[in-house]
Every structure is written in C-alpha cells, then in structure tokens.
C-alpha cells in the first residue's frame, strides 16, 4: 500500500517539500461548512472581534498541514494512519495569500510490541509562511507498514449510507466564564459521515487510498472507505458552533451573551477507532477547567474535554482544548 516504510524513517531525519497558497475564498469556504466564526468568513466583521482581521480557521490550518505532509515528506504514499495528536500549537494566524510549507523531523522510531507488521514514528510538524514564520506545530505518532512484512487482513466492516439526522432546537444559556460550571457537559448534536462527504474531504486535505477510493480501501487494513482524523476534527467543531450559535442566541434574547474567540492549540487528540462510510458520531464537550487571561483583559481560558461517539457507542474520537472566552461583563 505504501511506497514508504518504518525502516525508510529515523530519528534526527529531517524532510520537507511542497508549498501551498491560501487564498481568500479557500479560507472562507472551510469556514462556512466546518468554523462559522465572523473572523473566518468577512474582513469587516473580523475587525470587531477578538482576531481583528480575517483569519484562517485553526482546523483549516491543520487540515493543509496533512495535505503538505502527504504532498512532501510522505511522497504521496498512504501511511497505517495515526494514533494521534500529543500536542497541537497555532502559533501565528494564516492570512489571506499566505504561502505554506511543512518541515517534519523525525523525533522516534520504534516497531509495534503486538503487530509484527508496522513500527511507529513520533514526529513534529511545522508549518511555515512565506515570511519564515511558524503558524503551527503539530506533535504526533503515524503508523508505518514494515518493508516485508505480512500485511494485517482487512477488517470487516460494513459501509453504508447514514440515517438523516434532525438539528436540535434545544438551547441553554451561555455564562461569561468567571461564572461557567467546572465539570458543565454540552451536548452537541450528531454528524453524519457520508461516502461523499468524506471523499470529498479526503481529496482535499488528506489523499490517502483508505480515505479517496472506496474500492482500494477495501483492501488496506481498514477494510473499508473511512473518515480522515481531521475530518473528524473538523466534524466536531462543526457541531460546537452550530450548538454555540443556538445557544448564543437563546442567551442574547434574555440578557447579554459572552463573546468567544479563537484557539491557542490543543493536546491529547486521540483517533481511537475509524469512522466509516455511514457511520454517525455524536459529540460533546465539558468544561475541566477556567482562567483568567493575564494579556487580554476581559477575556480568560476555556479547558474542555471533548468526545465523539459513534452509533454504536463506540468512543472514536477524543482531545483536550482551551478556547479564549469573555471572563465576565
């Protein structure tokens, strides 16, 4: 399945590659089907908020970061996929006609304990502007097949088309953050994977086979057409602004509603089973800890976990965020 292999990575190994342009109008359209916010969509309602200026969304950015990484040091060839995410920073905000490009070093090698056919790699990725700056880095371990080894078998899995979900109405009040509730939990309402949803986002921003080709993927280790991570991703974020816009809304109606802004990062994002074709996951959030910023007065830190759930119960998707939120009036 790959052209790469474990004994093709070592630690101390640098690589690099392609290099991308963000323009406007791809930045607007990430926003408008998975990040919402006023700063992601028009130059003259960013200036009022927290960004100041139209800004790309951090799960755009991150998204580009696994299409330069599949572009350049991956070479187009598809991985076992990964585990996860130990630590993600979006340190510099991408801007409109910004040009991208991805260093990854190779920080660990190590070969499974219990499938003798892959070996791990812990890497960072960077991702630069054409100014030299960092605007993110990205922590993780990928899984690599291993050169001669016998391949896993396929998985059985059913694929197929998800049932229609209806969007909630339910809304609650939305408290600035000096007076949020340690240990709150939000539902946030249900996402449906289709096939062409996830091919769709497959081929933008993740071409590996198991994600662009329902036929090939039959044959890799995932035995059928599944989500990428950062669709997964970018699925939950979806669901918290369409949760957080009701609910805004519900509290605007009654009082004053707390302004929210972007994120500084997160850690901990952790794919703990695929997402097929056909398969809904349903999230939630809840609020582990709180703080006041000392830079931006007025504003604190949000910590949240966060999970998705399949239709099946099935844990498949986890991370710990912080969010900047208004502390109080």
């Not at 950015?61 to 598809?78: D, E, F, N």
């Not at 953050?177 to 994977?193: H, I, P, S």
């Not at 009701?246 to 997402?275: E, I, N, Y």
Request: include cysteine.
């Amino acid at each position: 399945m790959s052209g790469l292999y474990f004994e093709d990575f070592a630690a101390g190994q640098v690589r690099g590659g392609a290099r991308l342009t963000v323009s406007r109008d791809d930045i607007v359209a990430f926003a408008r089907e998975f990040d919402a916010q006023p700063f992601h969509l028009d130059e003259r309602e960013a200036e009022k908020t927290f960004a100041g200026r139209l800004i790309a969304s951090g799960w755009h950015t991150a998204s580009l970061g696994m299409r330069l990484l599949q572009a350049g040091p991956m070479g187009g060839h598809s991985s076992l996929g990964s585990p996860g995410v130990a630590e993600l920073r979006w340190l510099k905000p991408v801007l409109p006609g910004d040009s991208l490009s991805a260093t990854l070093r190779v920080e660990e090698t190590r070969a499974s304990a219990s499938k003798p056919d892959r070996g791990f790699a812990v890497c960072l990725l960077t991702l630069e502007n054409d100014r030299g700056e960092a605007v993110m880095t990205q922590a993780f371990t990928v899984m690599l097949a291993r050169r001669g080894a016998e391949p896993a078998a396929p998985r059985v899995v059913e694929t197929g088309v998800p049932a229609p979900l209806v969007e909630p109405d339910d809304a609650e009040i939305v408290p600035f953050l000096k007076d949020a509730a340690v240990g709150a939990t939000r539902d946030l309402g249900a996402y449906a994977f289709s096939a062409e949803a996830i091919l769709d986002f497959g081929r933008a921003y993740d071409p590996q086979v198991f994600h662009t080709d329902p036929e090939a993927a039959k044959a890799t280790h995932f035995g059928g057409l599944c989500a990428s991570g950062w669709h997964t991703a970018a699925a939950y974020m979806k669901r918290l602004l369409a949760t957080r816009t009701r609910d805004h809304a519900f509290t605007a109606a009654r009082g004053q509603a707390p302004a929210t802004g972007p994120s500084p990062g997160f850690r901990d994002m952790r794919w703990l089973r695929p997402v097929y074709a056909g398969d809904t996951v349903r999230y939630a959030t809840t609020l582990t800890d709180k703080r006041a910023s000392a830079s931006r007065p007025g504003w604190g830190l949000a910590f949240a976990d966060n999970v998705g759930v399949n239709q099946r119960g099935e844990t498949v998707f986890s991370f710990a965020s912080s969010v900047f939120w208004q502390w109080a009036p």
